[in-house]
């Protein structure tokens, strides 16, 4: 079995017109609410806030959840955690329109993002991205709570090493390296969620 | 030899259960697992395909253990979905292509493979996911409630294959228990 090969098939298969259109729909949507409410979100944590929540989200989403639960996807031969690594590169890759729209807003409106706070804004929507993942194979009260964990955490990851360090390269460091963690064993935990779900007529 | 095994398999849940079953399948013979409604029936297809794990019991596909080893048992078996393939042309030839990668397949000869299983079986949305199911080589075929006729001309087509199929059949009410009283005097 080539994974390599699966794994682009499925992330093709994700990856269509329509996830063209959903990308630059977020991020203009995104650019809009940091262009217009620039006055109103101030805080320097807001632009991490608001990619965590909408990070989390948008993996949160119940047609994602449909997407993903469709039988052809457990009928193939790969173990979950090999499903989980194709199935998060789509989510991820849209989360990204959050941040890059965010950024576009405050541009245009005349206050850019410094390259520090931009890569926080990208870790906190990938993390809070794939942490959301596994609310796809929930339902009801412990899906919302997944989205809820992802946001906070999303958010966490990336506001602790700024507020606690005065340096920003340690900080950027810091938060690079606590991303990774979180994002690992969020993925980790996806691949656990696949591999115990039963799609069950 | 021996392709598809059931040993005391069962699913149970909430809202579902699906009735204990086991049986032996080998290359070219034909088996059908009844349960008592068409989502125990279901069920128990995407068990025997190693879609669902069971709750009881254990299913092998050839020596694969479908709850330790998926991928392997999933490798050689093609999963037939009640439901079938609703897709147009187009998305047809799309899944073709998906499963050829996903298999690591020659997607022009798993194009050509999936042509001449709809040109003996038809065109229609279930002869279409059993095209899919055989675009890879498999050992076994699960087919979820097939209609009427479709074995015979799958049978046709993939002559060494075992073919496990489900079936939903109401469970017939027990007799009325004066009837099972011996008969007065």
């Not at chain 1, 009801?140 to 507020?163: K, N, Q, S």
Request: proline share 5%; hydrophobic share 55%.
């Amino acid at each position: 079995m080539n994974e390599l090969r699966a794994t682009v098939a499925i992330v093709r298969r994700h990856i269509d017109r329509r996830f063209a259109w959903d990308f630059v729909a977020h991020a203009v949507l995104v650019g809009a609410i940091a262009f217009f409410f620039a006055r109103l979100l101030t805080a320097w944590w807001t632009p991490l806030a608001v990619a965590s929540a909408l990070g989390a989200a948008m993996a949160g989403e119940r047609s994602l959840a449909r997407s993903l639960r469709r039988l052809t996807f457990f009928a193939m031969p790969l173990y979950g955690r090999q499903l989980a690594r194709a199935h998060a590169v789509a989510p991820s890759l849209m989360a990204l329109s959050v941040p890059l729209g965010y950024a576009a807003g405050a541009a245009l409106r005349g206050a850019p993002l410094s390259p520090a706070l931009l890569l926080a804004t990208v870790l906190a929507a990938l993390v809070a991205t794939l942490v959301s993942l596994s609310s796809v194979f929930r339902d009801g009260a412990r899906a919302a709570l997944y989205v809820a964990l992802a946001a906070t955490l999303g958010a966490a990851v990336t506001v602790a090493p700024f507020a606690l360090e005065d340096s920003v390269a340690r900080a950027s460091e810091l938060a690079i390296a606590l991303a990774a963690i979180a994002g690992f064993f969020a993925l980790r935990a996806f691949g656990e969620t696949l591999a115990r779900y039963d799609p069950i007529a | 030899m021996i392709v598809l095994r059931a040993v005391e398999a069962g699913f149970s849940r909430d809202d579902l259960t699906v009735e204990t079953f086991s049986f032996t399948l080998r290359a070219g013979e034909s088996v059908c697992v009844v349960q008592p409604n068409a989502r125990a029936a279901s069920t128990a297809a995407r068990m025997c395909a190693a879609i669902v794990k069971p709750s009881t019991g254990t299913i092998f596909v050839g020596e694969y253990e479908t709850r330790l080893q998926p991928p392997e048992a999933k490798r050689r078996v093609g999963f037939v979905d009640a439901a079938g393939f609703e897709g147009d042309d187009h998305a047809f030839r799309c899944e073709v292509a998906f499963r050829a990668d996903v298999w690591n397949l020659d997607p022009s000869a798993a194009q050509e493979r999936a042509r001449g299983v709809l040109a003996t079986l038809g065109g229609g949305a279930y002869e279409r996911a059993i095209a899919l199911a055989l675009v890879a080589d498999v050992a076994a075929v699960v087919l979820d409630r097939p209609a009427p006729g479709v074995l015979e001309r799958l049978r046709g087509l993939v002559p060494l294959a075992g073919i496990a199929h489900t079936r939903a059949a109401p469970v017939p009410a027990l007799p009325e228990p004066a009837l099972l009283l011996p008969a007065a005097r």
